[in-house]
């Protein structure tokens, strides 16, 4: 498998700054991915890496090293909006499919 | 606006009836699509790959029999519980892949079997 792990609960302050760990072990993978999910619907994309680096998007970031088997999505000025549970998914190279996490979920508290 | 549709949103239905839940890729074209389900708190489980003009591929431990998938056309793969009991209710979610692109998901179907 890809034991993909991932805090299971963080709580932040609205304003704040929280960043989610998420560390893998695979044999490979295309890239990897972050879904935000509010309770009863969909996941929706969040930023997908596929080299080591950051990626920016608005305030919402994320982050790949492959040689640590390590990500983190970094979300910055947390909104009362931003509460959900956070997927971290790696898009496997033998077949395309897409292996999740369990997921943090992110409380922000005014 | 979406580009995976999914419908029924929600279903309720008796014990030992069969539902029919449809995925369809709304501006583009998905020779695969998945179809994954969730416990509430808990992660994504994928179910299955489903495949246009060809069988689905099963994930180990989910029923073939119990859980039917056609994929007849490129953007539409139905998923049918069959002969459904209250351990099948769940939230179950259709995947597409536009190409090069990310996933794209459905709304998602909560099912209750009661």
């Given at each position: 498998?890809?034991?993909?792990?991932?805090?299971?609960?963080?709580?932040?302050?609205?304003?704040?700054?929280?960043?989610?760990?998420?560390?893998?072990?695979?044999?490979?993978?295309?890239?990897?991915?972050?879904?935000q999910?509010?309770?009863?619907?969909?996941?929706?994309?969040?930023?997908?890496?596929?080299?080591?680096?950051?990626?920016?998007?608005?305030?919402?970031?994320?982050?790949?090293?492959?040689?640590?088997?390590?990500?983190?999505?970094?979300?910055?000025?947390?909104?009362?909006?931003?509460?959900?549970?956070?997927?971290?998914?790696?898009?496997?190279?033998?077949?395309?499919?897409?292996?999740?996490?369990?997921?943090?979920?992110?409380?922000?508290?005014? | 606006?979406?580009?995976?549709s999914?419908?029924?949103?929600?279903?309720?239905?008796?014990?030992?009836?069969?539902?029919?839940?449809?995925c369809?890729?709304?501006?583009?074209?998905a020779?695969?699509?998945?179809?994954?389900?969730?416990?509430?708190?808990?992660?994504?489980?994928?179910?299955?790959?489903?495949?246009?003009?060809?069988?689905?591929?099963?994930?180990?431990?989910?029923?073939?029999?119990?859980?039917?998938?056609?994929?007849?056309?490129?953007?539409?793969?139905?998923?049918?519980?069959?002969?459904?009991?209250?351990?099948?209710?769940?939230?179950?979610?259709?995947?597409?892949?536009?190409?090069?692109?990310?996933?794209?998901?459905?709304?998602?179907?909560?099912?209750?079997?009661?």
């Open positions: 498998g890809q034991n993909i792990d991932q805090p299971t609960e963080m709580t932040a302050t609205e304003g704040a700054i929280v960043q989610i760990n998420c560390t893998y072990q695979t044999s490979g993978f295309n890239g990897l991915f972050w879904y999910q509010h309770a009863g619907e969909a996941p929706t994309f969040l930023s997908y890496n596929v080299l080591d680096g950051l990626e920016e998007k608005g305030r919402f970031s994320s982050f790949l090293s492959r040689s640590k088997g390590y990500s983190y999505l970094l979300l910055k000025e947390l909104q009362m909006k931003d509460s959900a549970s956070y997927l971290c998914a790696l898009l496997l190279a033998s077949d395309y499919k897409l292996s999740f996490g369990a997921g943090t979920t992110v409380t922000v508290r005014a | 606006g979406a580009v995976v999914q419908h029924p949103s929600r279903v309720i239905c008796k014990s030992g009836t069969s539902v029919k839940i449809e369809r890729s709304l501006d583009f074209q020779t695969t699509m998945f179809w994954y389900r969730q416990f509430p708190k808990k992660s994504l489980m994928l179910m299955a790959t489903s495949n246009e003009g060809s069988k689905a591929t099963y994930e180990q431990g989910v029923e073939k029999d119990k859980f039917l998938i056609n994929h007849a056309s490129l953007t539409l793969s139905t998923l049918t519980v069959t002969s459904a009991h209250p351990e099948d209710s769940s939230f179950y979610i259709c995947s597409a892949n536009r190409p090069g692109v990310e996933a794209f998901f459905g709304q998602g179907t909560r099912l209750t079997v009661v």
